[in-house]
Structures are given as structure tokens and as C-alpha cells.
């Protein structure tokens, strides 16, 4: 029986194009960082570092301190101490980004729903952003950080999607047991992980990413439509 839902957001509750949202984000994070001297290229490749520090984070500290080692390592000290400068653009500056995504009336009504029905819900969004930034994403989505029991950041993680530890420190953080969990997500790579553990895996197709081009017949797919017919027979 299935009684945790475990939603993806960028591309599942959040509709968006993962190029133009990444355009977005970048345009306007090297221009609040240009004025103290951070070069725009060398300041999106350390971005991409950081992340690929995360990314392979083994779980010997938070991803957030993961990030922070690489991004050090490539700006130094300078870089740990401009660290408000950062907090600062995902309270300002990224509220526009909002601009690059989509909204799905479906998405909150969905959700909404499901926990109406009785599930334990989590979001369970790659944790390469800081909480402040996850927050907003989920407000941009129509929700709010309290339809669930857990949203996992760059502060409170350990692994990065498709790391099957990162679902298991979500069920070990909420004593889950995997095999009454259904994740859903649009990655057909990391969001598909998850059944590594055990849980189930609902593909939304909406904003789908298949960059193997893995055959998903397998899996249980579709829009909200077809999700909440799947969870209604569960």
C-alpha cells in the first residue's frame, strides 16, 4: 500500500524549460556579482563546479558545505566572505527568474488532493538550492512549504538525485519504509532512481527529461490527469 507521495518540482510541479530557467537564473546572478569583481564566465563554470561537487557529495557533509569547499577552492576566501552577497540575490534578484517558469493550475490541485486523501507528502527536489530558493520555487508552484512534511535543500541533504542514499536519507529522516512510497518526477534518470529502493515511480510527462532515451513504457506516466487516476486505484 502506498501511503507517501514524493513529488519532484522543477519540471513536475513547477512547469519550466530547464535552458531558459538556467538562462535566467545565471543572467542575473553573474550581473549582482559583477560589481565585486567576479568574472560571468568564470563565475557560471564555478556554479557548475559546485554543483558537480554536490552531485557527487558522498555524504560526508551537507551538499551546502560541499558546494561552498569547491566554490572556495576556485575563488577563495573572497568567495566564503561574499557569501551574504549570494544569500541576498535568492531574496531579490531570482524572484524574477519566476518569470522563466511555467504554472499548472493542476499541480496545486493535485496536491492538494493527495493530502485531502490522506498521503504523506514530501518534495523531493534535487537539493542544489539553498531552502530560501526552494521556498520560492514552491510558492511559484502555488503551494507552500507546509503542504509537506519535508522539502530537502542544500542544508538539510546529504546526496544528490540520482544517489539512491538521497531517497534513503528521505526515508530514514521520516522512517518511510520505500516500498509504501511513489515518487513522482519528470526525469526518466533521476527521479526513476528512486525505485532502486523500492518505491514505485510515476513519470509526469509533461515536462519530460530523457536524455538516455530509456524506454518508460514500464512506468506508470502521463499528465495530473493520469497521476490522479493512478493514485486513486492505489
Same mark, same amino acid.
Given at each position: 500500500?502506498?501511503? &507517501?507521495?514524493? +513529488?519532484?518540482? %522543477?519540471?513536475? =510541479?513547477?512547469?519550466?524549460?530547464?535552458?531558459? $530557467?538556467?538562462?535566467?537564473? +545565471?543572467?542575473?546572478?553573474?550581473?549582482?556579482?559583477?560589481?565585486?569583481?567576479?568574472?560571468?564566465?568564470?563565475?557560471?563554470?564555478?556554479?557548475?563546479?559546485?554543483?558537480?561537487?554536490?552531485?557527487?557529495?558522498?555524504?560526508? #557533509?551537507?551538499?551546502?558545505?560541499? @558546494?561552498?569547499?569547491?566554490?572556495?577552492?576556485?575563488?577563495?576566501?573572497?568567495?566564503? /566572505?561574499?557569501?551574504?552577497? +549570494? %544569500?541576498?540575490?535568492?531574496?531579490?534578484? $531570482?524572484?524574477?527568474?519566476?518569470?522563466? #517558469?511555467? @504554472? &499548472?493550475?493542476?499541480?496545486?490541485?493535485?496536491?492538494? /488532493? =493527495?493530502?485531502? %486523501?490522506? $498521503?504523506?507528502?514530501?518534495?523531493?527536489?534535487?537539493?542544489?538550492?539553498?531552502?530560501?530558493?526552494?521556498?520560492?520555487?514552491?510558492?511559484?508552484?502555488?503551494?507552500?512549504?507546509?503542504? @509537506?512534511?519535508?522539502?530537502?535543500?542544500?542544508? &538539510?541533504?546529504? !546526496?544528490?538525485?540520482?544517489?539512491?542514499?538521497?531517497?534513503?536519507?528521505?526515508?530514514?529522516?521520516?522512517?518511510?519504509?520505500?516500498?509504501? #512510497?511513489?515518487?513522482?518526477?519528470?526525469?526518466?534518470?533521476?527521479?526513476?532512481?528512486?525505485?532502486?529502493?523500492?518505491?514505485?515511480? $510515476?513519470?509526469?510527462?509533461? #515536462? =519530460?527529461? &530523457?536524455?538516455?532515451?530509456?524506454?518508460?513504457?514500464?512506468?506508470?506516466?502521463?499528465? +495530473?490527469?493520469?497521476?490522479?487516476? !493512478?493514485?486513486?486505484?492505489?
Amino acid at each position: 500500500m502506498i501511503k &507517501n507521495i514524493l +513529488f519532484d518540482l %522543477d519540471g513536475t =510541479l513547477l512547469p519550466m524549460d530547464q535552458d531558459k $530557467f538556467a538562462n535566467g537564473y +545565471f543572467s542575473r546572478l553573474v550581473k549582482k556579482l559583477a560589481p565585486l569583481g567576479y568574472d560571468p564566465k568564470k563565475t557560471v563554470d564555478g556554479i557548475w563546479a559546485g554543483t558537480a561537487a554536490m552531485v557527487k557529495n558522498n555524504g560526508d #557533509c551537507t551538499n551546502e558545505q560541499a @558546494f561552498w569547499n569547491k566554490f572556495g577552492e576556485i575563488f577563495g576566501e573572497k568567495a566564503i /566572505k561574499d557569501k551574504p552577497v +549570494f %544569500d541576498e540575490y535568492y531574496r531579490v534578484e $531570482f524572484q524574477d527568474v519566476k518569470t522563466d #517558469c511555467g @504554472f &499548472n493550475t493542476q499541480a496545486a490541485g493535485t496536491v492538494k /488532493k =493527495l493530502k485531502k %486523501d490522506g $498521503f504523506k507528502l514530501i518534495l523531493a527536489t534535487n537539493p542544489i538550492f539553498p531552502a530560501v530558493a526552494t521556498e520560492s520555487r514552491i510558492k511559484w508552484a502555488g503551494l507552500d512549504k507546509d503542504d @509537506f512534511e519535508l522539502y530537502t535543500t542544500y542544508e &538539510n541533504s546529504h !546526496y544528490c538525485k540520482p544517489n539512491p542514499d538521497y531517497y534513503r536519507e528521505i526515508c530514514e529522516k521520516l522512517s518511510l519504509n520505500p516500498t509504501e #512510497c511513489l515518487m513522482v518526477g519528470n526525469d526518466a534518470e533521476e527521479d526513476a532512481a528512486a525505485e532502486k529502493l523500492g518505491m514505485r515511480v $510515476f513519470l509526469l510527462t509533461d #515536462c =519530460l527529461i &530523457n536524455k538516455k532515451g530509456k524506454d518508460i513504457s514500464g512506468y506508470p506516466h502521463g499528465g +495530473f490527469k493520469e497521476l490522479t487516476e !493512478y493514485t486513486d486505484k492505489i
